[in-house]
């Protein structure tokens, strides 16, 4: 009886395990079934793939073959000929034309550039002619009339100035701490410079006074007389021959071997370097008249 009821007793299944363990089974089979039907779509388009890129290059053989064996037939039927012929005429007559067109423009230029060779060439020997027309001429840079002295409303100041520039300590006589120029001797100076007309009265030159007393006809400074100057040196850069005679220079003085502007004492650059780079020097122009066939300086 008992034997009857144990075999006839039912065995208990876990619902929950079965269908875990059929979906583990199913989602193995589809990952299985899509990485194979993945690599079946992927062989598939490679081998595609290839094949279009091998009738490809059939093709561009084929082309290529059918393009060299035209031209062969081409060439040796004489096709080109014409065109080369054409071509090589072009070329010719477009050489032609090039030598043509240089050769008239040499010839319009040679007449400007003969101008400008024979314009330099008469510039530079009116500039020889008058190189020595500054030998003598004294202008220091202490001397603030001279800065630019044809602007100067007070041109006798002017003259009285420069003829300064010629005085040395000779010229004066010492009583005490007084030191005393006679006029005539000024007068003197101004004249080897210039022939205009001036009047003898009191002015500054270099700093000191030059009291002018008309009675004595002399000039009295308080201190002794320097000559220990920079001297103002000049080269010509242009002349203009006309009734007055205008020369143009650059001006500079040396110090401690450096080219330095009169006027403003900037150092411009190593006395060494002066033939390159003369260009920064600032230009003066001087107007001299004739007088008896020599040149005079005219303010």
């Known amino acids: ?98 030598k043509e067109d240089h050769k008239d423009k040499e010839e319009t230029d040679k007449p400007e550039e003969k101008n400008d060779i024979s314009e330099e060439i008469k510039k530079q020997e009116l500039i020889n002619k008058y190189s020595n027309i500054f030998d003598g001429f004294k202008i220091t840079k202490g001397n603030s009339y001279l800065n630019d002295f044809y602007h100067n409303e007070n041109k006798n100041l002017v003259l009285l100035s420069l003829g300064a520039e010629y005085l040395t300590k000779e010229d004066f006589e010492q009583d005490g701490d007084i030191y005393i120029l006679k006029d005539n001797v000024l007068a003197s100076k101004i004249e080897t410079f210039t022939k205009n007309s001036f009047e003898h009265e009191t002015f500054t030159y270099n700093n000191i006074e030059f009291k002018y007393i008309k009675t004595l006809n002399c000039y009295f400074i308080n201190k002794e007389f320097d000559t220990n100057k920079e001297e103002v040196k000049r080269v010509i850069v242009s002349v ?60």
């Open 1 to 98: 009886m008992e034997r009857k009821k144990l075999e006839n007793k039912t065995p208990e299944i876990d619902i929950n395990q079965m269908k875990m363990e059929l979906l583990d089974y199913i989602k193995t089979q589809v990952d299985y079934e899509s990485k194979e039907a993945a690599k079946r779509l992927n062989d598939r388009y490679i081998r595609e793939k290839k094949r279009k890129i091998f009738f490809l290059w059939v093709i561009i053989f084929i082309l290529l073959f059918g393009y060299l064996i035209t031209t062969v037939f081409l060439i040796k039927d004489h096709y080109f000929d014409k065109y080369i012929v054409k071509v090589e005429e072009k070329l010719v007559d477009k050489d032609k034309q090039n």
């Open 240 to 299: 203009k021959e006309d009734d007055t005679l205008e020369i143009t220079t650059k001006e500079y003085y040396i110090k401690d071997k450096y080219i330095i502007d009169p006027t403003t004492d900037i150092k411009l650059m190593k006395e060494s370097s002066f033939d390159k780079n003369n260009n920064k020097l600032q230009e003066k122009t001087y107007r001299f008249k004739k007088v008896d066939d020599k040149y005079y300086m005219d303010i």
